[in-house]
Structure formats: structure tokens, C-alpha cells
């Protein structure tokens, strides 16, 4: 039996996106063969099934949580001994924090030996460390909703399509977060004051044009304030920003609801809204349009394979990826962290990235912010 939950989501680059997360709860006929699914036809072959059109077969899994039964896979599938994930934003912001549950779902299903995360502070270093690197087939790159606005900002000749778009697979609701002691019990107060006085109030979030400061452009619309009248104070990563929003330097904090959302629990932080189209289970607070404000933002993340991999590596990648999503130890990220599962695999996420960079560079220039 095949069950699957649909929910649609207002986004700033693309007016309405259609996500779905899938479980199979039994065996799944070739037919409608999906990595990762359970099978019942020993060495059965799904012709064309696969990623990019290849061809899945069933077999019995000999490592991680599907251990001893037989699922849709790649015949010729090999997990990765080593991979160097390139983050462009310090320790604990949200391209880190991808990596990390990458990493260590994969490592649970027997898929990856061991990683590492590399920290750059902004996109123009994390994507020119990356595209320096030659003849490397075992690293990639985090990118997502901010990369082309950091690139734009830091005036980098750089572009994240110079690479092997490889998947794209969650997208993350933002928080808006104060201190636990703030005067702001709900988010039309604190636009209030950013309406009356918006140079006062500081605001604080992820590199300029970013998700983060795209959500607050648009959200301070919403009361007739313009992004560039904002008193936006810009970080790279929530290793910085944590202290500023904690210790009250800062009136209010947009970021990722991962970042935030341990803060929230141990009582350092209140959230006065998320941007979730429904209540999340990791972060405590009301959305957006629970409080009278029709609006929901997501910041998608994927991961890029160096531009001169070779043709068979990066398809063996792109099989472990697939195989990968709809592991347990993935889901279970997903769920963990309230990511919703937007998934998008090798030529899809390739022609989906490139219109989706236009999108967000044309949002910005109406923004101003780029």
C-alpha cells in the first residue's frame, strides 16, 4: 500500500510549490519501482526506474537499517569511502548542519565510510574553495536559497551551475526567534515597531539577500516597510549569531528552525513565529498565518559534485543519493529536524536549479537587495 501527503507551500522564488513525502509500507511492484522501496522478485529488473533513467533491480540489502530484505536498488552501487562535505557558513549554521545529518544517515546505512565538513564564511569562498579544488572525487558542496545572493553580494565571478548539480532534497522553515526576556510576546508587535521606527529595531539573520533576509523583506511588506529601510544585521552561521540574539544585542533573529530550535527548548530563546504552513513538532511557536499573516517560506538545500568528476563517479553518487532518501536513517533526519522532504535527483535538480537561480536574483533586484 502506497501513502502519500501532499503539502502545498508559498515560496518567494517559486509562487507555489506541490511536496510530497512518500512511504511504502509494502512491496512495491516494478512498475512503479522507487529506490529504496521494498521488493519482493529477487534480481527483478525495473528497466528505466532509476535515477536519470537507469535501471533498478531487486536485491537483498546487506547493510543498515534494511539489512536482510530486499529492496529496489542499483545492481552496481558503491558506497563511498570518504567525502569532504564544503559548507559556506560557519560551524552551526544551516549548510553545516545539512552535512552533518547527510553524513551521518548515510554512515548508518552502511553507504559512506567516514566524512568531513569544511566551513567556509560566505558563498564566494565556500564555492571558490570548491571549484579550486581538481581531481577530487570525494567531496561536495552544500548550496541552497542564499548561495546566489552570497555570490551576488561578495561580487564573485563564481557560479554554482560551473558544477555538477548532484540532488536537491529538504526544504527548512524559517523561525523568527527573541530573547526569552524580549517585550514581544507575538510577531505583530514586534512589526509594530520595526513599522514605526524600523532603523531601531535590530534584526538579525544570514548573509544579505539570503533565506533570511528574504523572509523578513518579506514579511516587513506585509505592514508597508521596504527591505532596505531594515536595520539587518548579517551573519555566517548561527555559530555567531546565537550569542548576539541570546544576550539581547539583537531585538529578534531570523534563521533556520535547526539552528534555533534547541535554544528554544532549554528557554534561552522564544519563537514569536515560524514559517511552516502547519505548527512544527522540533520548535515551539506559532506560524505565521496561525497569527493572522498569510505567508510560508522555505529555504531548499541540495548538494553539487565538482564540474570534472568523472561521468561513472558521478552517477555512482547520484544512485547512492536516491537509494539513500528513502532509507530510515534519512527519513528519521528529516523528521528530526522538521525538514520537508522536497526531493529533486540528477537531470531534475539540474534544470530545476538553473531556473530557480534566475528566480531568486530577479526576486532580489525587486527587493533590492542585490
Not at 536559497?145 to 551551475?161: D, E, H, R, V
Request: charged share 20%; aromatic share 8%.
Amino acid at each position: 500500500m502506497r501513502k502519500s501527503i501532499k503539502i502545498t507551500v508559498a515560496v518567494v522564488a517559486s509562487a507555489f510549490l506541490v511536496l510530497s513525502g512518500t512511504q511504502y509500507a509494502s512491496a512495491v511492484p516494478a512498475a512503479k519501482a522507487v529506490a529504496g522501496t521494498q521488493c519482493d522478485k529477487l534480481n527483478q529488473v525495473a528497466k528505466g526506474k532509476g535515477i536519470n533513467g537507469t535501471d533498478l533491480t531487486c536485491l537483498k540489502i546487506t547493510t543498515g537499517t534494511f539489512k536482510g530484505i530486499t529492496y529496489w536498488t542499483y545492481k552496481n552501487i558503491k558506497p563511498l569511502d570518504s567525502i569532504e562535505f564544503v559548507s559556506s557558513s560557519n560551524i552551526g549554521g544551516g549548510y553545516g548542519l545539512t552535512a552533518i545529518a547527510v553524513g551521518e544517515a548515510l554512515k548508518a546505512e552502511g553507504l559512506l565510510k567516514s566524512y568531513t565538513v569544511k566551513y567556509n564564511s560566505n558563498a564566494a569562498l565556500g564555492l571558490g574553495y570548491f571549484s579550486g579544488q581538481k581531481n577530487r572525487k570525494d567531496m561536495l558542496l552544500v548550496t541552497g536559497f542564499a548561495m546566489p545572493a552570497g555570490l551576488i553580494n561578495n561580487k564573485s565571478t563564481l557560479s554554482m551551475l560551473d558544477t555538477k548539480p548532484l540532488i536537491g532534497f529538504l526544504r527548512e522553515a524559517n523561525a523568527i526567534v527573541v530573547p526569552t526576556n524580549s517585550k514581544y510576546k507575538n510577531i505583530k508587535e514586534l512589526l509594530a515597531d520595526v513599522k514605526k521606527s524600523p532603523k531601531t529595531v535590530a534584526l538579525g539573520g544570514g548573509n544579505v539577500g539570503g533565506a533570511d533576509h528574504v523572509t523578513l523583506a518579506e514579511l516587513v511588506k506585509t505592514v508597508g516597510v521596504a527591505a532596505t529601510d531594515l536595520n539587518y544585521v548579517s551573519y555566517s552561521g548561527g555559530g555567531s549569531l546565537i550569542p548576539d540574539i541570546v544576550s539581547g544585542r539583537l531585538a529578534a533573529a531570523v534563521s533556520g528552525t535547526s539552528e534555533f530550535d534547541k535554544y528554544v527548548e532549554a528557554g534561552q530563546l522564544r519563537a514569536l513565529a515560524v514559517t511552516s504552513p502547519l505548527p512544527l513538532k522540533t520548535i515551539k511557536g506559532q506560524t505565521l498565518i496561525q497569527q493572522g499573516i498569510k505567508m510560508t517560506f522555505g529555504n531548499w538545500r541540495g548538494l553539487l559534485a565538482p564540474q570534472d568528476l568523472p561521468a561513472a563517479d558521478y552517477l555512482n553518487m547520484l544512485q547512492v543519493l536516491d537509494f539513500a532518501h528513502n532509507t530510515i536513517s534519512w527519513q528519521a533526519m528529516l523528521v528530526d529536524n522538521s525538514w520537508i522532504d522536497e526531493y529533486r535527483g540528477g537531470k531534475a535538480f539540474t534544470s530545476w536549479i538553473a531556473k530557480e537561480v534566475d528566480a531568486i536574483i530577479a526576486n532580489l533586484k525587486a527587493f533590492k537587495l542585490a
